[in-house]
């Protein structure tokens, strides 16, 4: 009697061991057409490290002013509730005798990461190399304990803070409010732990009207350009993956001093907006947040609303930067409002296309009654090189003085990883 083989547990069906190497191979062939179908297709589309560049479509009209949906129908009265949380812990800091001017901190953020057995994250070696080049700032990594301790007990009055910090279901959303709220709190430098330097912070041109006999004491936060595309085609934003023609850069900024009226901005409006896309989850599903929704609700499309609206709602209709907005607005007429065609004066992103120096505003500058800090807004080639869009050198500009790798962006998934 013949005995019969055992079966191997998990085996494949020979049909499929058979089809197997085919696959492979068609795989292999796939990723192999794919990568050398730029090379002779009839308009070849230019590779850059590895990865195609989007065909560079404009139009001729191009747009300074972009309105997010959550502004829509805003809560209002929400809003005015954390405003004055926010400006009451301040009043209480400062009249204990707290200082408005920031240490000289750098701060990191690291969250979901428990280290290699001790309990501490493993820092990279850019995060290393930033701070050795900045060895007379104190530096303070931000995980997880402390960041809760920091919302829980430090801003416990602030409505709903720590509800919707829990509700976030991904850490980049969490830690994009933990780097504002941080820097408003306590002021000092904050970077991406992917950012590394080209010079030391206070090496670095664009920010020596802060530092040294230059120094402006009326400036409450330094900012950089990432996008400056406001001619770029909806196309091109869609392969780009920006919800903005502009937008300001928010992986690495400055607060030289303490209670930023412009950073208390950005905290009301992401609390604001991140309330209001919480309202139409799904029972038992909780918040849903795609690439899109995540760049407006935490990230630099709701950072650089808020800098931008409450620099229009400070500064005097007749300020120089208005000004500007509103010519620039001739011809495309986001401005244009009411039957008589009136121009809303409003600062747009039209004074900051295409700078090659600081624009700096002066806290003094705003309306009596008004606060909004005082602002610096870097040119691209300070802390934005690298890219390959809105005029962004190469990582050794001389004007470069941070420079980011996007190595753990958050946004790559496979495909785009693969694909660009």
Known sequence: MTKSRPSTPFAPPPIMRRRLPLLIAAFFLFFLFRSLLPVFAPNPRRVVGGKWLPDYEVQDVPRYLHHSPYRDAPDHDFERRVSEALSEIEENVLSGNGDRVAEERIWQIRLGDTGAGDGQPERGADSLAFTASNGEWA???????????????????????????????????????????????????????????????????????????????????????????????????????????????????YAPQRFSPLLREVIVRVLSHTRQHNRYSLPFVGPQYN???????????????????????????????????????????????????????????????????PVCVDAQEATAGKSMGGVCVLPINAWGNGQRHSGAEGFGSPQACINHRFGGSWKKDWWHRHFG
């Open 139 to 253: 530096y303070t990594l931000v995980t997880d304990d402390p960041a809760k301790h920091f919302i829980t007990e430090i801003l416990a009055a602030v409505p709903e803070l720590n509800t919707l910090y829990d509700s976030y279901p991904y850490h980049v959303m969490r830690s994009d409010l933990l780097r504002y709220l941080l820097l408003w709190y306590y002021g000092g430098y904050y970077a991406d732990s992917d950012v590394y330097p080209a010079k030391s912070i206070k090496e670095c041109p664009s920010l020596a009207p802060l530092f040294g006999e230059s120094i402006n004491a009326n400036i409450s936060l330094a900012v950089g350009i990432e996008i400056d595309e406001p001619h770029a085609s909806p196309q091109l934003m869609r392969d780009w993956h920006w919800i903005r023609t502009y937008g300001l850069i928010q992986y690495t900024f």
């Open 291 to 357: 690439e899109k929704t995540i760049l407006e609700v935490t990230g630099p499309g709701v950072f650089t609303d808020a800098i931008l609206d409450a620099l229009s709602d400070a500064l005097p209709t007749t300020h120089s930067l208005i000004t500007a907005s509103v010519e620039a607005d001739k011809g495309i007429n986001d401005l244009v409002t009411g039957t008589w065609g009136e121009r809303t004066r409003r600062l747009t992103w039209a004074p900051f296309h295409k700078i090659h120096q």
